[in-house]
């Protein structure tokens, strides 16, 4: 019997770890039938580092653990050589031990170069402050969960968005360690269930980026795990750039393929702006209840009449356009959120709208909703110029576009700053396409019957 490095299960409960010298899991995980890994790095030997040494970074999401060198090291082997031009500069300094939540001192950053690298879930820089501040307190409470995740993360931002690599060097197998500890893990407190919430979302955009296979499984799946704490942080504004975006992402899946969300949530602030959901923070439980009334039609059909009193609370709902200007938001961020709020709400129209009709059934009724949708978009380009990308509108313009013939990929190209297409992309165009094809045929059925037996895709927001 040897007691040797504390494995991680063991570490985190602050326990005795024993191995048996012919054994590879020590006895207690064994009893535990739970894995017994050593992935965790070890603590920094010596001197700590000079703080007033250059701090930049081989990746974007290696930011928040004092003691990084080894893993820096590790990058810098495997990463391909960069230009200095092309090479991600520093985004923070480490927060000091001792500090956490929303009364934590947020150190000195470049909000500009932390949405540069980031600006894919985020509107625009003003959130950029906010956002990094939430993953790091998530971070900071369960590194253990979150850090290799971060890692694949980064290696996938360098070559989807950045194009500095290729698909060969996304960090695949961190991906998969990563998604065994979601399998695995065992919630024992809030800051555990914030951590899985935080990795089940980056999972899932790693899923659907790269091969869209098991996107909203493993998203629905941590909501599922975070569920009994979600009471806990629902109202905690500083936790709304982690608790928003995938209950929203939810609901968005849940409404194409009538199912429940995982998550119900409870009613926000109008003047509540996320840095995905835009002002739709402040209808998600309108659009909750619609994704329950759906879901009852599809063994009722008869219960039509359900979808009168959630259509007039959606025609109800004003977004608070007004507070964006009062909050110091871009002109740019101004026109994006607003545009989002107006399209999601007619595109909740239009899903009312097909709930209800079969297609060459009022058809006329729905490509009207369809073009408006697609006139704010006209518009939004109109006024803030071609180079502008609207993102963070999916689920509305893949509404319109089965409406309207339109080429989905000349869409697409505006609605991302991706510079390659992703996996979950080709699956909405395969759908896309696999639609136009059965209603030029003849179909008349319900869109709701091509999407359950059509090919699958992932809705994004």
Not at 13 to 42: G, H, I, N
Not at 157 to 170: C, H, K, L
Not at 217 to 246: C, G
Request: charged share 20%; net charge neutral.
């Amino acid at each position: 019997m040897s007691s040797i490095t504390a494995c991680d299960e063991c570490f985190k409960r602050k326990r005795k770890c024993q191995v048996d010298s012919s054994a590879t899991q020590c006895l207690l995980c064994q009893r535990s039938s739970l894995p017994c890994t050593r992935t965790r790095r070890q603590g920094r030997v010596g001197r700590p580092p000079n703080p007033g040494r250059s701090n930049t970074t081989e990746g974007v999401f290696d930011i928040w653990d004092a003691d990084r060198d080894l893993e820096r090291a590790h990058l810098a082997q495997s990463a391909p050589s960069r230009s200095p031009s092309a090479q991600q500069p520093g985004l923070a300094e480490i927060i000091p031990p001792g500090t956490s939540g929303a009364s934590q001192r947020i150190p000195d950053i470049d909000d500009e170069s932390f949405y540069a690298a980031l600006d894919i879930w985020m509107f625009g820089s003003t959130f950029a402050r906010d956002f990094h501040r939430a993953i790091h307190y998530c971070h900071r409470n369960s590194p253990w969960l979150l850090h290799e995740m971060f890692i694949a993360m980064d290696t996938f931002i360098d070559w989807a968005r950045f194009n500095r690599t290729t698909s060969e060097r996304v960090d695949i197998e961190r991906g998969a360690r990563s998604l065994q500890k979601l399998r695995t893990a065992e919630v024992t407190h809030s800051q555990d269930a914030l951590a899985i919430l935080m990795l089940g979302q980056a999972l899932a955009a790693f899923d659907a980026f790269l091969t869209s296979t098991g996107a909203t499984s493993i998203l629905r799946y941590s909501l599922s795990l975070m569920k009994p704490w979600y009471s806990s942080f629902e109202q905690v504004q500083f936790l709304d750039p982690i608790t928003i975006s995938p209950i929203f992402w939810d609901i968005v899946c849940c409404l194409v393929y009538r199912e429940i969300p995982i998550i119900q949530p409870g009613a926000r602030d109008p003047s509540v702006i996320d840095r995905l959901a835009g002002l739709c923070a402040s209808v998600l439980p309108i659009l909750y209840d619609l994704c329950v009334i759906g879901h009852t039609l599809r063994d009722d059909p008869k219960e039509v009449n359900q979808l009168d009193s959630v259509e007039e609370r959606v025609r109800q709902w004003t977004p608070d356009h007004e507070c964006l200007q009062s909050k110091g938001f871009s002109a740019i961020e101004v026109a994006s959120i607003r545009t989002q709020a107006i399209m999601y709400r007619t595109a909740s129209l239009l899903l009312i709208h097909r709930l209800r009709h079969p297609l060459t059934c009022h058809d006329d009724t729905a490509v009207l909703l369809a073009n408006d949708i697609l006139a704010e978009r006209s518009t939004f380009f109109a006024d803030q110029g071609n180079d502008a990308t609207l993102q963070n509108v999916v689920l509305p313009l893949f509404l319109a576009l089965l409406e309207v013939p339109c080429s989905p990929l000349e869409v697409w190209k505006s609605s991302t700053r991706l510079r390659v297409r992703p996996a979950c992309v080709d699956t909405l165009l395969t759908f896309h396409k696999f639609f136009w094809e059965r209603k030029q045929s003849g179909f008349n059925g319900f869109l709701f019957d091509l999407i359950d037996n059509g090919p699958k895709f992932v809705p994004l927001p």
